[in-house]
């Protein structure tokens, strides 16, 4: 097919098609101008407020070197300045790295590094570990840099495949990758959510998740384009968020695992009466039935049964709630009619029904790749689809079952985590022979890290090996437990790798 004929009408057609983040935002601005659009504590911000100063830190940015494609790094908890960051990028064309105040001083160097941010803003509580960068501070600083700026006037056009964030997962290989999460990707995730939960356009949104993460900065930006209001909280404060659910109609209440039960029952003790939920909680594998059974009834709504990624946003699988009150004896998925799945074998071949195989997706929904990944991107969307990694077996009714991982991975509380994160810090101190991380399930967290280990000549102290690791890795990641054993009685597979799935057996 020749090329030239995709853009039937030309290059103004295909502008037209064009709109950003940015500019779906700013339409909300003369449709919504009095609409609470950010409230933070005590600070509400209409959508014309929010405008106004978006521009402004727009023309800073822009005055200090930033346009199309440059990337800036932001450090901070929640906060209402976040949000003017990632529009003001998206108002320019620019990126937003989002970076993981959790991590080790190690990690994040890393993660700046990988996109060579051209500014960065940050919070006072973290700016102190970003020495070796140009940093603009919330506060003072900040609120003086808008004040004395001009508004910007003009958006940047933008094609819909720019990227607008970089979230960071963890990696195979012991350091986190960047994701890239185009326009176009942050678009259809929020079409997403509204087609399959039922959200609707002006529904509020709490985010109290860290919004370095997918689901707070989705779903917030995925407001703010809708028209609706974004609440922010930083952390899960059991006091607020309970107010929240008695004063606010929501769409929908993320939840995570470990905190579900807890929010449970501080709803009961304090006999909060929801205002209105459409749909709660995630990631339902990690979380006891018992448990949903228990929320979904007292907020009376649904518990989403997705299974997704930063990588894929909700699909590939976010066709099915799991109903009020009802202990769910089934996890099974639904496919959410917005994507393309396949099932396949180490061969790259489909598997038939009740076959297992690695879940293969693509579609609109996502990413970009990972920054600076070629290797790793050349392999994990061969053939044109993406790999998840994720082994699935599909039934005769057209639902999935999660089976396996196909690369070994711990969800920790809504975290992910590598063994090799964990390994090669265990393996950098000398004394170390051999070291592999494997899961254990921990009724709060879903699972937590155990670490093996193989002493070279004496034995080691433990605490000596937590505080290596409480110096180099967030503390999620930290091995909740040592189990110290012969290098020899390590279980491995015929070609010498380590069998995890043995090692799990000894906990």
């Not at 749909?279 to 299974?307: K, Q, R, S, W």
Request: proline content about 6%; charged content about 20%; aromatic content about 8%.
């Amino acid at each position: 097919m020749n090329q030239d004929n995709l853009n039937y009408g030309g290059p103004q057609v295909a502008r037209s098609a064009a709109s950003g983040v940015g500019h779906l935002f700013a339409n909300q601005v003369v449709l919504s101008a009095q609409h609470i659009a950010i409230q933070d504590g005590d600070r509400r911000l209409t959508y014309s407020d929010l405008d106004a100063r978006v521009r402004q830190l727009a023309r800073v940015l822009q005055m200090r070197g930033v346009g199309r494609g440059d990337r800036i790094a932001i450090l901070s908890e929640n906060r209402y300045e976040y949000f003017e960051t990632y529009l003001a990028a998206a108002y320019l064309g620019a990126i937003v790295a989002c970076q993981n105040w959790r991590l080790s001083p190690t990690e994040l160097a890393h993660c700046l590094n990988l996109v060579q941010p051209k500014l960065t803003l940050a919070s006072p509580l973290h700016s102190d570990k970003l020495t070796a960068h140009t940093v603009i501070v919330f506060g003072d600083d900040y609120e003086a840099a808008l004040a004395a700026a001009a508004p910007l006037e003009v958006l940047q056009d933008v094609d819909p495949e720019d990227a607008l964030l970089v979230l960071y997962t963890s990696g195979t290989t012991g350091l986190p990758k960047g994701a890239v999460i185009s326009h176009r990707a942050e678009i259809a995730r929020n079409l997403v959510i509204r087609a399959e939960f039922g959200v609707a356009i002006r529904d509020t949104f709490v985010a109290w998740s860290p919004l370095y993460h997918m689901g707070a900065a989705e779903c917030s930006l995925g407001t703010l384009m809708c028209g609706g209001k974004v609440i922010i909280v930083d952390g899960f404060d059991h006091e607020k968020m309970c107010q929240v659910v008695a004063q606010e109609e929501l769409g929908w209440l993320l939840l995570m695992p470990g905190m579900i039960s807890e929010f449970a029952a501080e709803l009961r003790s304090r006999q909060v009466s929801p205002r209105g939920v459409k749909v709660c909680g995630v990631m339902a594998d990690l979380v006891p039935p018992h448990a949903i059974a228990e929320i979904t009834a007292i907020l009376d709504a649904p518990y989403a049964n997705t299974f997704g990624a930063t990588e894929t946003g909700c699909p590939p699988c976010s066709s099915n709630l799991l109903p009020i009150g009802i202990p769910p004896s089934s996890l099974s998925k639904s496919q959410s009619p917005f994507c393309e799945i396949k099932l396949v074998d180490a061969d790259g071949e489909m598997v038939a029904d009740g076959v297992p195989g690695e879940l293969c997706m693509r579609g609109p929904t996502l990413f970009s790749g990972y920054w600076q990944e070629t290797a790793i991107n050349a392999e994990e969307f061969r053939g044109g689809w993406f790999h998840m990694g994720d082994v699935f077996r599909r039934n005769c009714d057209g639902s999935l079952d999660f089976v396996d991982r196909v690369k070994y991975l711990i969800k920790s509380g809504g975290e992910n985590i590598y063994p090799a994160e964990i390994e090669r810090v265990l393996l950098s101190d000398p004394r170390v022979a051999e070291a592999a991380v494997v899961k254990a399930d921990d009724e709060k967290w879903g699972e937590v890290p155990i670490a093996f280990v193989a002493c070279r000549d004496a034995p080691i102290p433990e605490r000596e090996l937590y505080s290596l690791c409480r110096a180099q890795l967030a503390g999620y990641k930290q091995p909740k437990g040592l189990r110290f054993m012969a290098i020899e009685d390590f279980p491995r597979s015929a070609s010498g790798k380590i069998q995890r799935h043995a090692l799990e057996k000894l906990i």
